[in-house]
């Protein structure tokens, strides 16, 4: 299935290069494709930086079976492929699990596939893992869709690359407890995931997107204008 949305990611970005129209694409993209990384000392003094650069190892995904994760990194790396050498501009936006209404009436299955470790328990992959290094994140869906809206609108000007998008890092086992509950998911045998004094490993950084999403919009009559950044 990572092959085939890889496969997916290319085709429609080679589409919209052969489009004359079509010269801006914001791709959606995933955290996951960021966060999945081969194991880093626990005894590091600083955690380290999770930001636009970071890209998952796709061997590490495919060793633990994270198939949503390497599918995700793979799409993204064929659309930058795509895209290369060409005339259009690409920018993609990885959110973390996207949240918003109805979120706690719905299981909807990219959620689990996000989560994956919550099913069936893994304390090293999934969910487990991404809480106690920091990078169990969420994204409210209302800012999703305004982060790829004021991406596209900056795309004129100095906006380009990756951008990570996320408004709430958990960080807490209640936390984690009261998301596996509102995606109807049961908790381990042994109750709710233990907290842990360790200071997180990694610890995400989503400036880049601040930056652009905290620039007035401005605006007339129907034209928005984008703020240039330098």
Not at 158 to 169: E, K, L, N, S
Not at 172 to 194: D, T
């Amino acid at each position: 299935m990572a092959s085939l949305e890889a496969k997916a990611a290319e085709l429609v970005v080679e589409a919209c290069v052969r489009t004359e129209s079509v010269r801006k694409c914001v791709f959606s993209s995933s955290l996951l494709a960021c966060v999945w990384r081969q194991s880093y000392p626990h005894d590091r003094r600083f955690p380290t930086t999770i930001d636009e650069n970071c890209w998952s190892d796709e061997s590490f995904c495919r060793d633990n079976k994270l198939w949503f994760a390497l599918g995700k990194t793979m799409a993204e790396k064929a659309a930058w492929r795509a895209a290369r050498g060409t005339d259009l501009k690409l920018v993609t936006v990885c959110p973390a699990l996207v949240t918003g209404p109805g979120f706690r009436r719905r299981n909807p299955t990219p959620s689990i596939a996000y989560l994956k470790g919550l099913i069936n328990h893994q304390p090293d992959v999934g969910a487990h893992a991404m809480l106690g290094d920091g990078v169990l994140a969420t994204a409210d869906v209302e800012k999703v869709a305004e982060a790829h809206v004021r991406v596209y609108e900056a795309m004129n000007g100095t906006a380009g690359g990756r951008y990570i998008c996320y408004d709430h890092v958990v960080r807490r086992a209640e936390e984690f407890a009261e998301l596996q509950r509102q995606l109807g998911l049961s908790a381990p045998a042994g109750g709710e995931a233990a907290s842990d004094d360790r200071a997180a490993r990694f610890q995400l950084c989503d400036r880049k997107l601040a930056a652009l999403m905290s620039a007035r919009r401005r605006c007339t009559y129907d034209a928005y204008f984008p703020v240039l950044y330098e």
